[in-house]
């Protein structure tokens, strides 16, 4: 027999169902695409695919300036005021 005690694993707190309906309500209205339709009638699966497709674009659009920016500061003087400002939205 070991003499240790069994771990007792500390369970993270529970989602209530009406936490979770919030939850998926205030997803829905940061969401432009589920945002303008007229129905409120749609579904949390829903709700959720539309938040990870709209993360994703993010991301996309995130990257695509980042390399807009680097090109631009590639075409200007490395030490000029502008190069600076470029740099620190870069960072």
Not at 8 to 27: F, G, H
Not at 52 to 73: A, F, G, I, K, P
Request: aromatic share 2%; glycine share 0%.
């Amino acid at each position: 027999m070991s003499s240790r005690r069994p771990r007792q694993s500390a369970a993270p707190p529970r989602i209530t169902d009406d936490q979770i309906i919030e939850l998926v309500s205030k997803l829905r209205q940061l969401l432009p695409e589920i945002r303008h339709r007229r129905s409120d009638k749609v579904s949390a699966s829903k709700v959720l695919q539309e938040t990870c497709n709209y993360v994703r674009s993010l991301h996309r659009e995130v990257d695509d300036l980042s390399e807009r920016l680097s090109q631009l500061l590639a075409t200007i003087d490395a030490d000029s005021p502008e190069a600076a400002i470029i740099r620190s939205l870069i960072m």
